[in-house]
């Protein structure tokens, strides 16, 4: 998943950042309400980690401008902020979520995982195309009944497929899920990291259209291949 994280505190703001990327989501870290508006409306992300005491423009006022924009962005709140009245005014003005700090990683990862899974109409956090089965709890996945530990970035990588099963990705889409801002990107990456799924699982797990990128087929193109 592509995360924007807009947090002040250097140090609070790194540590979540670590957090992030050991979970296999890929973030772009942004210091103040000026940037983080910026960011939102020139980039794609599918869910915002948003402090409310920011410099240059406080949170509230980028999360009510995104909502009037029609930015229907998933939206995380983080704040030291503790009162009735913050936390009201946030979910009033369109946040999915509210989180004070400080706060553990484990729930951070797990109300991120609540979100998801309700903004994509999900009961449960299992992704399936119906051959292949992803649990973004242990990063496992189940194919043919057997089950492999995956690394961050194959889950990543096989986390944006199955997302959209039958769906091609290009290559900058994929470097855009697995990658934050500032992450060197080797040219053959996304090749590297396929290659390691289909030795993990099988070769016509995901499959390439020349030129064009890769995708996960759905169940019945994948027994017939």
């Not at 924007?4 to 973030?27: F, I, K, Q, S, Y």
């Not at 956090?125 to 970035?153: C, I, S």
């Amino acid at each position: 998943m592509r995360i924007l994280l807009v947090e002040d505190d250097h140090m609070l703001g790194a540590a979540t950042r670590e957090a992030l990327r050991d979970a296999a989501h890929a973030v772009d870290w942004v210091l103040d309400g000026a940037s983080a508006m910026a960011a939102a409306q020139g980039g794609e992300y599918e869910l915002m980690l948003l402090d409310l005491g920011l410099p240059k423009r406080d949170g509230l006022s980028v999360l009510q401008s995104l909502r009037q924009g029609g930015s229907n962005m998933p939206i995380l709140i983080l704040t030291a902020r503790d009162g009735l009245e913050d936390r009201v005014r946030g979910l009033d003005l369109g946040a999915d979520d509210y989180l004070v700090k400080p706060f553990e990683s484990a729930e951070l990862l797990a109300r991120i995982r609540a979100v998801a899974r309700r903004q994509g109409g999900q009961a449960q956090p299992v992704l399936t195309n119906g051959v292949l089965e992803l649990d973004p709890v242990t990063r496992e996945v189940r194919f043919q009944n057997q089950t492999q530990r995956l690394t961050a970035r194959e889950y990543a990588l096989l986390h944006a497929l199955l997302l959209r099963p039958g769906a091609i990705l290009s290559r900058s889409e994929l470097e855009d899920r697995i990658y934050g801002w500032n992450e060197e990107v080797e040219s053959n990456a996304v090749e590297f990291l396929i290659h390691s799924l289909r030795k993990k699982l099988a070769p016509e797990v995901i499959k390439n259209v020349r030129g064009v990128g890769w995708l996960v087929p759905r169940a019945e193109s994948t027994s017939k291949a």
